[in-house]
């Protein structure tokens, strides 16, 4: 019933940039937090940042001060901008969305497919 959909991945030399998006659609009334996580091979897959409704930011230590998080609530879209990026930033990037239904109680759980990240030293 809700589909989120990334793209922005590729291959990227250290330090250089690049920025995802997420665009969210379908049966959706509202969409609560919206966020990024990344899973690198046989590692678990980890929080990158969060954004509210209302704005307010999270990150992991790891990526503050070089990715931001922004989102677009008339579009359903969230953005990650990654700057100054590290070979330890490549990963499988998801797209998460903590989404009301249409016509449903309750919050529901939604993951993009992925998208590749990766830096190359």
């Known amino acids: 019933q809700v589909q989120l959909v990334e793209s922005g991945g590729g291959s990227v030399q250290a330090g250089g940039s690049l920025r995802l998006s997420c665009a969210a659609s379908g049966s959706i009334f509202s969409i609560n937090a919206m966020g990024w996580y990344r899973q690198a091979p046989g590692k678990q897959r980890e929080l990158v940042a969060g954004?509210?409704?209302?704005?307010?930011?999270n990150y992991a230590d790891s990526v503050k001060g070089r990715f931001t998080i922004s989102r677009d609530n008339a579009k359903n879209m969230v953005y990650l901008q990654m700057n100054s990026l590290k070979p330890e930033d490549t990963a499988v990037y998801y797209c998460n969305a903590k989404v009301v239904v249409t016509g449903k109680l309750g919050l529901y759980n939604y993951w993009g497919q992925g998208t590749q990240v990766t830096v190359s030293s």
């Open positions: 954004v509210t409704s209302g704005g307010s930011t």
